[in-house]
């Protein structure tokens, strides 16, 4: 025990106490409160998983569309079948209007209520510096 003692504190000829291996003994500890840039949590998951949610819905519309305009040029003048065509097309393109409606909405909810369009869509966390 006296031999770990004389090797953490050594002293001179001064008697100022140095320490020589303490780094070595206990390592470094960094700031756990320091956040700055956040890029892991709950929130950017989420919002990443948003987003893919968004441009999964926008594939989908997209080839539904292309699968109904396909549908419409081969219906042949069977008007049951146009019917149905136009009408996927239709919905193709109220759920791509839904997507763009819904986007646009967040960005002027956030541009009205915080002062930046982009508070909701890309949220910012703030801690501790």
Sequence with gaps: MFGLFSQVFAQNQN????RSTVPDIVGTVKNPLVYGDVTKGLVPFFTNIIRLMFVGAGIYA????????????S?????????????RIWQSLLGLIIIIGSFALA???????????????????????
């Design 62 to 73: 997209f080839l539904n569309f292309i699968i109904a305009g396909y549908q419409y040029m």
């Design 107 to 129: 960005a002027l909810f956030g541009y009205l209520i915080f002062g930046n369009a982009g508070f909701i869509l890309k949220p910012v966390i703030y801690g501790p510096k």
């Design 15 to 18: 008697d100022r106490l140095i």
């Design 75 to 87: 219906a042949g003048g069977d008007t049951k079948a146009l019917t149905a065509a136009w009408a």
